[in-house]
């Protein structure tokens, strides 16, 4: 039987940037009984530069290195793990750069309707408050409620 440790298979990955998301998986599939695998007791870094909010430069985690048998089982949890890890994350739009749109990679009418919109909503609302405060204030002028008490 062949083994292999967590930190030669990590070496394996095509995003190594997704080193610890593939950990965690592989943590979840041994607690889950996918395969079976043993902590060792040496910790190995793992090869994602992470960054902290705020300040300068990246830092790298350690993490317990485990040992596991290399099966068919594992080579097919492997391959589509890692495939899925591999590919981009994001699927978001495209921004409404004036590149973009002269690009024809953003549809402009769209855009337009919908800043339409959202101006006639704002004004709707504007106009509303100022309803709504024109009649709070009926009464009078503008007396405060402590010099109308102290009459």
Same mark, same amino acid.
């Given at each position: 039987?062949?083994?292999?440790?967590?930190?030669?298979?990590?070496?394996?990955?095509?995003?190594?940037?997704?080193?610890?998301?593939? &950990?965690?998986?592989?943590?979840?599939? &041994?607690?889950?009984?996918?395969?079976?695998?043993?902590?060792? @007791?040496?910790?190995?870094?793992?090869?994602?530069?992470?960054?902290? *909010?705020?300040?300068?430069?990246?830092?790298?985690?350690?993490?317990?290195?485990?040992?596991?048998? &290399?099966? @068919?089982?594992?080579?097919?949890?492997?391959?589509?793990?890692?495939?899925?890890?591999?590919?981009? *994350? *994001?699927?978001?739009? &495209?921004?409404?750069?004036?590149?973009?749109?002269?690009?024809?990679?953003?549809?402009?009418?769209?855009?337009?309707?919908?800043?339409?919109?959202?101006?006639?909503?704002?004004?709707?609302?504007?106009?509303?408050?100022?309803?709504?405060?024109?009649?709070?204030?009926?009464?009078?002028?503008?007396?405060?409620?402590?010099?109308?008490?102290?009459?």
């Amino acid at each position: 039987m062949a083994y292999k440790k967590l930190s030669e298979q990590i070496q394996e990955l095509s995003n190594p940037q997704r080193s610890d998301a593939f &950990v965690k998986q592989f943590r979840e599939a &041994v607690r889950e009984g996918q395969f079976d695998a043993t902590y060792l @007791p040496e910790r190995f870094t793992m090869p994602k530069a992470f960054s902290r *909010r705020g300040a300068e430069g990246s830092y790298q985690r350690d993490t317990k290195d485990m040992l596991f048998e &290399v099966t @068919p089982a594992f080579e097919q949890w492997f391959e589509q793990t890692n495939n899925e890890l591999g590919a981009s *994350r *994001r699927t978001g739009t &495209v921004k409404p750069t004036a590149e973009n749109i002269e690009a024809g990679l953003v549809d402009f009418r769209a855009l337009a309707e919908e800043t339409r919109r959202k101006m006639q909503a704002s004004y709707e609302k504007g106009q509303a408050l100022g309803k709504s405060r024109a009649r709070n204030t009926k009464g009078g002028g503008t007396k405060s409620k402590s010099s109308a008490k102290a009459k």
